[in-house]
């Protein structure tokens, strides 16, 4: 089994392999092998190739997936 910081090491490591995302952008935390994924990326593919990758490490017992992409709607609140 791997420990946390070999879980977020290979994540880091799997993002940073990809040229479409910045991986500086991604805030990757890993608590008891659940793996928490933060930041903003340029466009709704690149969130969905982050999110694909991290689902590719063996070993996370789960993901939660906070990354917003540019082309998002901003809500706004009603007053």
Do not use: Y
Not at 37 to 45: A, C, H, I, P
Not at 48 to 64: C, D
Request: aromatic letters at 2%; glycine letters at 6%; a positive charge.
């Amino acid at each position: 089994m791997m420990t946390d910081s070999e879980l977020k090491a290979d994540l880091v490591g799997r993002l940073h392999a990809i040229p479409a995302i910045n991986a500086a952008d991604i805030e990757v935390n890993v608590d008891n092998g659940q793996a928490t994924l933060s930041g903003n990326v340029d466009t709704r593919q690149t969130r969905f190739q982050v999110e694909r990758t991290a689902r590719r490490v063996s070993g996370l017992r789960g993901l939660q997936v906070n990354v917003r992409h540019a082309e998002a709607p901003v809500r706004k609140a009603h007053t």
